[in-house]
């Protein structure tokens, strides 16, 4: 019905920046509130930042003042721009939206995941 592609993780140093993004699509009526989430190993999935439809925005302690939360309501896209990356940002990070499809259907769902690692 609805599918998250996500993509721009990867291999950076402590102190980097890193962009992902995150595209909606499928048959969609309506995309509302879409966010980001990450797993590190042996630990369970948290926020970290998430954005209505309007732009309004929140975060996790964690992030705040490194990582800021956008998005492109006309191409149903959410993006996430990291700064000052730490090794323990070090996880998979997970693309979350919820919508409604042509059928009126309430959805929620997940992308694939994607690596990020920061490491020197």
């Known amino acids: 019905q609805v599918q998250l592609v996500e993509s721009g993780g990867g291999l950076v140093q402590p102190g980097g920046s890193l962009s992902l993004s995150c595209a909606a699509s499928?048959?969609?009526?309506?995309?509302?509130?879409m966010g980001w989430y990450r797993q590190a190993p042996g630990k369970e999935r948290e926020l970290v930042a998430r954005i209505t439809t309007g732009g309004s925005t929140n975060y996790a302690d964690f992030v705040k003042g490194r990582f800021t939360i956008s998005r492109d309501n006309a191409k149903n896209t959410v993006y996430l721009q990291m700064n000052n990356l730490k090794p323990e940002d070090t996880a998979v990070y997970y693309c979350n939206a919820q919508g409604v499809t042509i059928s009126f259907r309430g959805v929620e769902v997940w992308g694939q995941g994607t690596l990020v690692t920061v490491s020197s």
């Open positions: 499928g048959r969609i009526f309506r995309i509302n509130d």
